[in-house]
């Protein structure tokens, strides 16, 4: 039932900004959470931010804290991804996700437990 669509990938020079945004349908936003993962050529995909659907709580990776800002519409049923100070190391496919029960109340960052996925908006950061 539930389907994501990203948005807002393209390419930047280092230094800039990009918003990247998902359409979700099938989620009402009254529990569980959503995220914001990438994965890059050869690496491994990683979550870079959370939030929590019930209160709004957001979480961030430790290579994005301070750059980026995960926020959601409800009335839209939007999640955004703020990306600001971008550098050659943020580029990657980026993909929105969603975790419908987020057990425990918190946001889980681990790929695997995350059930729904866009087909993702890649990022282009050139020095």
């Known amino acids: 039932q539930v389907q994501l669509a990203e948005s807002g990938g393209g390419s930047v020079q280092a230094g800039g900004s990009l918003r990247l945004s998902c359409a979700a349908s099938?989620?009402?936003?009254?529990?569980?959470?959503m995220a914001w993962f990438r994965q890059a050529p050869g690496k491994e995909r990683e979550a870079v931010a959370t939030?929590?659907?019930?209160?709004?709580?957001?979480y961030y990776a430790d290579s994005v804290k301070g750059r980026f800002t995960i926020s959601r519409d409800n009335a839209e049923k939007t999640l955004y991804l703020q990306m600001t100070s971008l550098t050659v190391e943020d580029t990657a496919m980026y993909y929105c996700?969603?975790?419908?029960?987020?057990?425990?109340?918190?946001?889980?960052?681990?790929?695997?437990?995350?059930?729904?996925w866009g087909q993702g908006t890649q990022v282009t950061v050139s020095s």
């Open positions: 996700a969603v975790d419908k029960f987020a057990p425990g109340g918190y946001c889980r960052m681990g790929r695997y437990e995350y059930n729904y």
């Open positions: 099938g989620y009402t936003y009254s529990r569980g959470c």
């Open positions: 939030i929590y659907t019930p209160d709004s709580r957001t």
